[in-house]
């Protein structure tokens, strides 16, 4: 992992990042690499699931100590917007269930040390951007494809937060007219066309197959040379570069970064994304941006969750 971004020198930072299928948690030394990291499904019932949170940082931190290490804090990404206290998540249609629930104050109580909340598209892209594919950009979007759509970006090295602690629900943008119904509540959204659930729901449908798959076992099909997953992570690929030919379009980034699980899909997924936006994009918006994946792999929201701290 790169390590040109200066980092605390003397403590680690524990880092736990709450999705909507599971969330996984593990520490960053000064040099900025991830250690100790595992996960827990991430179930609909807050009282419950902040228990097992707690339980799978206090496992962390049992590491870390193991190491003679102090941690400096826990940063904690969380998909959905943040209030402006940065206390709690206001809105997540994958994640109503913990709306309002005083994430921070309750994770403050348990630990002894500070607690900083970060929406997890901003936590991706800070990692991205300090540390991976982004560095040295002076606008860089970062968008983290997985069960939803994360859409991060920087400008100077701040994230963007344009409405409630973020550049607001970009994945959302419009691609298909009469599209799928998106959990937002509109259809046609980029998320639906190319999260995780949507992707292994279509290719259960066109393999015909009895049982549920994943997107891991999708990407695995069509790293296997499977027709038909691959048809589906081409046409993922496709509706992405579509969504991100909007972005461009009005963001003007100089770096485009695709993170997330899907983004294990690798040219199947970057090479119809690349095509695609460079039909759709206007002229000067393309000719001043380029696209690759996140150097970071399936772990860079984990890693950006520490980010707050990684200043202090």
């Known amino acids: 992992m790169p390590t040109e971004v200066a980092l605390p020198a003397d403590r680690t930072i524990l880092c736990a990042d709450i999705g909507a299928t599971s969330t996984k948690a593990g520490f960053l030394d000064s040099r900025g690499e991830l250690h100790y990291v595992d996960a827990i499904p991430t179930q609909p019932d807050p009282e ?127 691609v298909k007219r009469d599209g799928p119904l998106c959990t937002c509540g509109g259809r046609g959204c980029a998320e639906i066309m190319v999260s995780a659930p949507a992707l ?41 570069g579509m969504a991100i030919a909007s972005m461009a379009n009005i963001l003007f980034p100089d770096h485009i970064a695709i993170a997330g699980g899907l983004s294990a899909a690798g040219d199947l997924l970057l090479t119809p994304a690349q095509r695609v936006f460079c039909e759709s994009a206007a002229l000067f918006a393309r000719s001043q941006t380029t696209i690759s994946l996140a150097t970071l792999g399936p772990m860079t929201t984990l890693i950006g969750a520490a980010w707050p701290f990684w200043a202090t």
């Open 48 to 174: 419950s699931f902040v228990d097992n949170l707690c339980a799978l940082v206090d496992s962390t931190l049992a590491a870390v100590r193991e190491n003679n290490l102090t941690p400096r804090g826990l940063g904690v990404a969380v998909a959905g917007f943040l209030d402006e206290k940065r206390e709690r998540l206001l809105y997540n249609s994958n994640l109503s269930w913990l709306e309002n629930f005083p994430l921070r104050p309750r994770l403050a109580a348990h630990f002894s040390f500070p607690v900083e909340l970060e929406i997890d598209s901003n936590s991706a892209c800070m990692a991205e951007y300090l540390l991976g594919s982004g560095r040295g950009s002076r606008r860089f979007l970062c968008v983290t494809c997985g069960t939803g759509l994360g859409v991060g970006m920087t400008v100077n090295g701040q994230p963007l937060r344009f409405a409630y602690g973020c550049m607001g629900d970009i994945g959302h943008v419009l």
């Open 200 to 240: 292994a729901a279509e290719y259960k449908r066109r393999a015909g197959l009895p049982d549920e798959v994943t997107l891991r076992s999708v990407i695995t099909a069509a790293q296997s040379h499977d027709p038909v997953a691959i048809s589906v992570l081409t046409e993922a690929g496709e509706w992405l």
